[in-house]
């Protein structure tokens, strides 16, 4: 039996006649998360968890069409039983399971088994074939615990202070930014770009707490940001206001950053390997757990992801996609 069908569209539930993050405009649009490369604007009718849809009405518009579920709640989209599960990523992000006659299909969207403190951690779903990224689909890719996360990025910011430096920290605005705030707090007042403190109402209105923090247009000027804490944007790594910050250090926090190269590429003054994706080790371990006897690999090392599972017993193909830019730091432009 066959579920689910890859199309220019996106993602296509053939029996329930519904796209899983569709890139092109349809009518019922299933959302995994709420990152720009999976919920693009202009679709007829949104499908979410309820913590997402705050963040579409945030990036997409307040008066777009959306119904929100909770997780494990089961719904019937023509005669398939439709619920979502936790994947880990961000807040709200879900896998999609489907169910037609018995037969079942999941698509994780991204995720991560890393327990951040902020996302519900990730659910195992078993099924008959499953969707997976890839993005960080090499052997090279091993995460440090979120602990020993958090540790590198106090020490970094104390040593900062030391030497009379700002620190200024270079993450997502949505989920990767948040994660920073936590692993900072009891360092003092955070200051984060307008961006992340939009986004961050999607947490605080899911009963998040967040470390005390202030919003900061660094176009008002940057004298009173002294030794502080900023955290900013990717779209703002090679801009001239982050050069007018006095005496500054900045570190981009990206899965990335496990290469030497990428920070020296970027020119950063540090690099914290700090990823919302599954590492190597984490994608095998949920792969081997849905027990499918079908695997699509998606945005990323897909082919060399696809390829080892199929090395190791377990069919699989590689699927082309449009998703996969928000851990990219090679454009300007935030698409998370």
Same mark, same amino acid.
């Given at each position: 039996?066959?579920?689910?069908?890859?199309?220019?569209?996106?993602?296509y *539930?053939?029996?329930?006649?519904?796209?899983? #993050?569709?890139?092109?405009?349809? #009518?019922?649009?299933?959302?995994?998360h709420?990152?720009?490369?999976?919920?693009?604007?202009?679709?007829?009718?949104?499908? *979410?968890?309820h913590?997402?849809?705050?963040? /579409?009405?945030?990036?997409?518009?307040?008066?777009?069409? *959306?119904?929100?579920?909770?997780?494990?709640?089961?719904?019937?989209?023509?005669?398939?039983?439709? =619920?979502?599960?936790?994947?880990?990523?961000?807040?709200?992000? @879900?896998?999609?399971?489907?169910?037609?006659?018995?037969?079942?299909?999941?698509?994780?969207g991204?995720?991560?088994?890393?327990? $951040?403190?902020?996302?519900?951690?990730?659910?195992?779903?078993?099924?008959?074939?499953?969707?997976?990224? =890839?993005?960080?689909?090499?052997?090279?890719?091993?995460?440090?615990?979120?602990? %020993?996360?958090?540790?590198?990025?106090?020490?970094?910011?104390?040593?900062?202070?030391?030497?009379?430096?700002?620190?200024?920290?270079?993450?997502?605005? /949505?989920?990767?930014?948040?994660?920073?705030?936590?692993?900072?707090?009891g360092?003092?007042?955070?200051?984060?770009?307008?961006?992340?403190?939009? /986004?961050?109402?999607?947490?605080?209105?899911?009963?998040?707490?967040?470390?005390?923090?202030?919003?900061?247009?660094?176009?008002?000027?940057?004298?009173?940001?002294?030794?502080?804490?900023?955290?900013?944007?990717?779209?703002?790594? $090679?801009?001239?206001?982050?050069?007018?910050?006095?005496?500054? =250090?900045?570190?981009? *926090?990206?899965?990335?950053?496990?290469?030497?190269? @990428?920070?020296?590429?970027?020119?950063?003054?540090?690099?914290?390997?700090?990823? $919302?994706?599954?590492?190597?080790?984490?994608?095998?371990?949920?792969v081997? @757990?849905?027990?499918?006897?079908?695997?699509?690999?998606?945005?990323?090392?897909?082919?060399?992801? @696809?390829?080892?599972?199929?090395?190791?017993?377990?069919?699989?193909?590689?699927?082309?996609?449009?998703?996969?830019?928000? %851990?990219?730091?090679?454009?300007?432009? %935030?698409?998370?």
């Amino acid at each position: 039996m066959q579920i689910l069908k890859f199309t220019s569209k996106g993602i296509y *539930c053939i029996p329930g006649n519904f796209y899983i #993050d569709p890139w092109q405009p349809v #009518d019922l649009a299933v959302i995994t998360h709420g990152h720009a490369d999976h919920a693009k604007p202009s679709m007829k009718k949104y499908l *979410c968890h309820h913590f997402t849809k705050p963040i /579409l009405q945030t990036r997409i518009g307040a008066d777009i069409h *959306c119904q929100s579920v909770a997780y494990g709640e089961t719904i019937y989209i023509n005669g398939v039983k439709m =619920s979502l599960h936790p994947a880990g990523h961000i807040i709200g992000s @879900a896998q999609i399971r489907m169910e037609y006659k018995g037969y079942v299909a999941v698509v994780s969207g991204d995720y991560k088994l890393q327990d $951040d403190g902020l996302s519900t951690p990730f659910e195992y779903v078993k099924c008959n074939e499953f969707v997976s990224e =890839s993005t960080f689909g090499l052997p090279i890719y091993h995460w440090l615990s979120v602990s %020993e996360q958090e540790l590198q990025l106090k020490n970094w910011v104390e040593q900062n202070r030391k030497n009379g430096k700002t620190s200024v920290f270079i993450g997502y605005s /949505l989920g990767k930014a948040q994660r920073i705030m936590k692993a900072l707090e009891g360092l003092g007042r955070l200051h984060v770009h307008y961006s992340i403190a939009r /986004l961050n109402m999607a947490y605080e209105s899911a009963g998040i707490q967040l470390p005390e923090y202030q919003s900061v247009d660094l176009r008002n000027g940057t004298k009173e940001l002294e030794k502080e804490i900023i955290i900013l944007p990717p779209s703002l790594l $090679d801009s001239q206001l982050l050069k007018k910050i006095p005496a500054v =250090s900045h570190a981009i *926090c990206s899965g990335w950053m496990q290469v030497r190269g @990428a920070r020296r590429w970027r020119s950063a003054d540090a690099g914290f390997a700090i990823s $919302d994706h599954a590492d190597w080790n984490d994608l095998l371990t949920v792969v081997k @757990a849905t027990e499918a006897e079908k695997v699509y690999v998606t945005h990323g090392q897909q082919a060399i992801f @696809a390829k080892y599972l199929n090395e190791i017993g377990i069919n699989a193909m590689e699927v082309k996609t449009s998703y996969g830019e928000e %851990e990219d730091y090679s454009t300007k432009t %935030e698409t998370e």
